[in-house]
T-cell receptor, first 112, second 114 residues
Framework: DQQVKQNSPSLSVQEGRISILNCDYT??????FLWYKKYPAEGPTFLIS?????DKNEDGRFTVFLNKSAKHLSLHIVPSQPGDSAVYFC???????????FGKGTRLHILP | KAGVTQTPRYLIKTRGQQVTLSCSPI?????VSWYQQTPGQGLQFLFE???????NKGNFPGRFSGRQFSNSRSEMNVSTLELGDSALYLC?????????????FGPGTRLTVL
């Protein structure tokens, strides 16, 4: 049973436009959410996180929104740049279990 | 500061063999987690070690095991390899207070089982 779901395997966005990556979760006990970015032949790198007590966290071009009632979070990248082309993983954890559950990832293609 | 290193980067084994993968965390990090990445399943948590003790475990069979040494370096062992074990194995280190600590990933070991 997949607790963290990224339903879009891939997404293509024009350079300069907004990229929106979505993530749904099923476990209401999750209290911390993270986004990781992965380039080919490299390990994932941490991008941004959000605690369940917040509904928005912003870091430069990256903003994560959390909708707890819908069990949904999204990552917005504005404006999208060619270097943003990568696989993005959504992840969640809850302190009771203290392990991180990852989604399957969404491959983002930024088109010139 | 050196990042997380994993050796070897690539491995080819045959069914039934065993394999040992190594991970050296960032200096000062005490937690090491292992993940398996496959195209169909994404990143799946294997186990986490903290101060030489397994603190958390995912849903993998007992053929997958690990250990951590006093210098926080960790090894992962897979015995009786199966074709389905072909994957990218990633390790990640963190300071280790909680899993909310930022994890830093190594480049991974690509294991191919023939």
């Amino acid at each position: 049973d997949q607790q963290v779901k990224q339903n879009s395997p891939s997404l293509s966005v024009q350079e300069g436009r907004i990229s929106i990556l979505n993530c749904d979760y099923t476990n209401s006990m999750f209290d911390y959410f993270l986004w990781y970015k992965k380039y080919p032949a490299e390990g994932p790198t941490f991008l941004i996180s959000i605690s369940s007590i917040k509904d928005k966290n912003e870091d430069g071009r990256f903003t994560v929104f959390l909708n707890k009632s819908a069990k949904h979070l999204s990552l917005h990248i504005v404006p999208s740049q060619p270097g943003d082309s990568a696989v993005y993983f959504c992840a969640a954890n809850y302190l009771l279990d203290d392990k991180i559950i990852f989604g399957k990832g969404t491959r983002l293609h930024i088109l010139p | 500061k050196a990042g997380v290193t994993q050796t070897p980067r690539y491995l080819i084994k045959t069914r039934g063999q065993q394999v040992t993968l190594s991970c050296s965390p960032i200096s000062g990090h005490r937690s090491v987690s292992w993940y398996q990445q496959t195209p169909g399943q994404g990143l799946q948590f294997l186990f986490e070690y903290f101060s030489e003790t397994q603190r958390n475990k995912g849903n993998f069979p007992g053929r997958f095991s690990g250990r951590q040494f006093s210098n926080s370096r960790s090894e992962m062992n897979v015995s009786t390899l199966e074709l389905g074990d072909s994957a990218l194995y990633l390790c990640a280190s963190s300071f280790g207070g909680t899993s909310a600590d930022t994890q830093y990933f190594g480049p991974g070991t690509r294991l191919t089982v023939l």
